[in-house]
């Protein structure tokens, strides 16, 4: 496996004065306003947001910002504090779907998405600083697009639902940049709300914000972005989608959603001459089981039980669907053996980060411990966090 170690977190100086204040500085004039999207991580619900599945991410406190004016001139430019080369200019009439086009094909295919959709937006000079740290599996691409599709829904008074935005910025990212993602990260950035975990059925788009209350009982949610990104993540990521699409065909189902959890055994046995294919379909329904029963248990006030249905779904990421790696092996290997309650990986896999449910008063012990392990094994440090449900997308200034 090819190492990279993942970028460092853009790290500005962050708030929306700075941001808009930056942006006179790059633009030479005040911005109109300064708009605000999050990062996320996923409690539960791993690659099943493109099999028509369930998923449950929470917004982070780390934050894009976009600060913007509108043009009536039909350019679009872009500056990002968390990139080198300066401003990049664009003519809209000229936007075409551009894969390699590196960091600007996110927010330039925002406003392609919008336009192809009919929508009335036109120019626009767009500032951004982050605290999403990039490539960790903590979403600042969908943090990007959000803010720009926010900053432009308001500009140009598109009224747009929030849900519809994160369509716009998935269909930007799958067909402008090139990404085959699913609706998560898009939604997760658009609709999350603070204090709780987002509830989201990928086939219907049906929500429900889960209360999501750690520190009124004593509970911790650690991030841990172990820093490493391993490349084979995208060429990996199309092929467990297309096994999972054959799964489907194989059973004659629309998607694998659309295997109840009851008839996995029958599924299985019917798999029994393609035993990838079988493995993929087992972490999907039992992944979407999951789903359904962290739901039930948050509902019923019992945070504490969700532990192990976490570390069981990080089991079949690792053993069924085959998308982890040692660092992230570690974490949750450490964590649980130094007293959290459970631990997976989240987002894409082959590196980024992890998540661990902690006692508060355990929280300091099991970050020491996945800190000290990574050292003894030789990997670089980790940068452990703490993941607090914050708000999604949002106008600041
Ligand atoms: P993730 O979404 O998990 O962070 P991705 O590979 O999907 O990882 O997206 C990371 C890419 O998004 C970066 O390589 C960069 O091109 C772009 N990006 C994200 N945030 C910013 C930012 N604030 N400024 C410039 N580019 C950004
Ligand atoms: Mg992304």
């Known amino acids: 496996a090819a190492h990279g170690t993942a970028a460092p977190t853009t790290g500005r100086p962050h708030g929306a004065r700075h941001t808009a204040e930056t942006f006179a500085a790059v633009y030479g ?18 690659h099943t947001d493109y099999n028509d599945g369930f998923v449950m991410p929470l917004a982070l406190p780390h934050t894009t910002l976009a600060a913007a004016s ?14 080198d080369g300066g401003i990049v200019e664009l003519c809209l009439d000229a936007l075409r779907p551009a894969p390699q086009a590196g960091w600007a094909a996110y927010p330039a295919g925002v406003v392609w998405a919008m336009r192809e959709a009919g929508l009335p937006v036109g120019g626009a000079d767009l500032h951004f600083d982050s605290t999403v740290p990039t490539g960790a599996g903590l979403s600042s691409s969908a943090a990007l697009e959000i803010a720009t599709a926010l900053a432009l829904n308001d500009l140009y008074a598109l009224g747009q639902e929030p849900q519809h935005l994160a369509r716009l910025a998935q269909r930007a990212e799958n067909a402008f940049v090139g990404v085959p993602c699913g609706i998560m990260d898009q939604t997760a950035a658009a609709c999350c709300t603070q204090g709780h975990a987002l ?40 092929e467990r989608r ?32 393609e035993p990838a ?8 329904v039992t992944e979407n089981r999951r789903v359904e029963e962290v739901v039930a248990h948050l509902d019923a006030g019992r945070t504490r039980a969700i532990g192990p249905l976490l570390t069981a779904g990080h089991a079949s990421l690792r053993d069924d669907f085959k998308i982890s790696c040692r660092e992230l092996d570690l974490a949750v290997d450490t964590a649980n053996a130094a007293g959290a309650l ?39 440090a980790p940068r452990i966090f703490e993941a607090v449900p914050g708000p999604g997308a949002h106008r600041v200034e």
């Open 277 to 284: 294919v079988q493995a993929l379909v087992r972490h999907i």
């Open 242 to 273: 297309a096994g999972c699409e054959r799964g489907a065909r194989a059973l004659g189902v629309r998607a694998l959603r659309d295997v109840p959890y009851a008839q996995l055994p029958a599924a299985l046995a019917r798999l029994a001459d």
């Open 342 to 380: 459970g631990a997976r990986m989240t987002g894409g896999g082959f590196g980024g980060s992890a998540i661990v449910l902690v006692e508060e008063a355990a929280a300091p012990a099991v970050g020491a411990a996945v800190t000290a392990a990574f050292a003894a094994a030789g990997h670089a």
């Open 29 to 46: 004039a005040a911005p109109s306003g300064t708009w605000a999207a999050p990062g996320r991580v996923n409690l539960i619900g791993e």
């Open 70 to 83: 509108a043009r009536t001139d039909g350019v679009l430019r872009l500056h990002s504090g968390g990139a």
């Open 199 to 238: 509830f989201l059925d990928t086939r219907d788009l049906g929500r429900r914000q889960i209360p999501f209350d750690l520190a009124g009982e004593g509970l911790r949610l650690l991030v841990v972005d172990t820093r490493v990104k391993h490349e084979l993540g995208d060429g990996a990521y199309a």
